[in-house]
């Protein structure tokens, strides 16, 4: 019983954790990911192991009628005791620096061609043209580093629930 119950448990957890990094996917693209957002969700994707209409719930059910302590407390792992810890986020980029750092490189530009005796067309294309190069490079800094940022954070969501898959599997042990 112990080895079939922990691979079924093996695969139903394969299965959860893609269902749930989906989850926590969708909700970033859409806000800003929280701890109490993940939780949130997390509490909702574990529901399916409660539920007799799910195929966690059906396996879970199973394992109550061959063995109901430790389904008992299987059930409390995943349905009492399995939540997010808060996570180290990396700092990002204000969105203010989007358009500060063009028009400090606009400023820039203007001080260097005055500085050096250029005439007026010169003087305004280094001014347009230092805003007009950074304004993109920084939004695209910007967004990579946000990017960046919302996978890490997903991935140390998910680093986090091997703690309770291997308590399950000691259990079922």
Same mark, same amino acid.
């Given at each position: 019983?112990?080895?079939?119950?922990? #691979?079924?448990?093996?695969?139903?957890? *394969?299965?959860?954790?893609?269902?749930?990094?989906? *989850?926590?996917?969708?909700?970033?693209?859409?806000?800003? %990911?929280?701890?109490?957002?993940?939780?949130?969700?997390?509490?909702?994707?574990?529901?399916?192991?409660? !539920?007799?209409?799910?195929?966690?719930? +059906?396996?879970?059910?199973?394992?109550?009628?061959?063995?109901?302590?430790?389904?008992?407390?299987?059930?409390?792992?995943?349905?009492?005791?399995?939540?997010?810890?808060?996570?180290?986020?990396?700092?990002?980029?204000?969105?203010?620096?989007?358009?500060?750092? $063009?028009?400090?490189?606009?400023? %820039?530009?203007?001080?260097?061609?005055?500085?050096?005796?250029?005439? +007026?067309?010169?003087?305004?294309?280094?001014?347009?043209?230092?805003?007009?190069?950074?304004? $993109?490079?920084?939004?695209?800094?910007? +967004?990579?580093?946000? #990017?960046?940022?919302?996978?890490?954070?997903?991935?140390?969501?998910?680093?986090?629930?091997?703690?309770?898959?291997?308590?399950?599997?000691?259990?079922? !042990?």
């Amino acid at each position: 019983m112990n080895t079939t119950e922990k #691979e079924k448990f093996e695969s139903l957890w *394969k299965d959860f954790e893609a269902l749930l990094r989906g *989850k926590l996917i969708n909700a970033a693209n859409k806000q800003k %990911l929280t701890t109490s957002l993940a939780n949130l969700i997390l509490r909702e994707a574990a529901l399916s192991w409660g !539920s007799e209409y799910e195929i966690n719930g +059906k396996w879970l059910s199973k394992l109550k009628e061959m063995d109901s302590e430790k389904a008992e407390l299987v059930n409390e792992v995943l349905l009492k005791d399995m939540k997010f810890d808060e996570i180290q986020r990396r700092s990002e980029l204000p969105e203010y620096c989007s358009y500060v750092i $063009p028009a400090v490189g606009a400023c %820039l530009g203007w001080g260097v061609s005055m500085a050096l005796g250029c005439g +007026k067309i010169i003087q305004t294309v280094s001014t347009i043209g230092s805003a007009i190069l950074l304004y $993109p490079a920084v939004a695209f800094f910007r +967004k990579n580093q946000i #990017e960046t940022n919302k996978e890490n954070n997903i991935a140390l969501y998910m680093g986090q629930l091997d703690k309770f898959k291997n308590s399950i599997i000691s259990i079922l !042990s």
